[in-house]
């Protein structure tokens, strides 16, 4: 077990809060205005990048959790 339904949760809000801050972004900044539609700046592919860490990390600390709860439960 490495991703429970609280981490979908968790990830769910950050994914909504991600697509809302690129949709505000994209309105401001010039960069992307630049790149066309299709097309982002860096940054924004730097918050991208950060949230899928983010999920690949909430996934091992889960992984982590339940293994120790494991052994607690063994011993
Ligand atoms: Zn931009």
């Keep these: 077990m490495t991703w429970t339904p609280a981490d979908r949760a968790e990830a769910d809000v950050l994914a909504y809060v ?15 205005a630049v790149a066309g539609s299709a097309i982002y700046c860096r940054r924004v592919d730097r918050a991208i990048r950060e949230a899928l860490e983010w999920a690949q990390l909430r996934a091992l600390l889960t992984r982590a959790t339940w293994l120790a709860r494991e052994e607690e439960t063994a011993a």
């Design 18 to 32: 991600l697509l809302r801050e690129i949709a505000k972004h994209r309105e401001r900044c010039a960069d992307c």
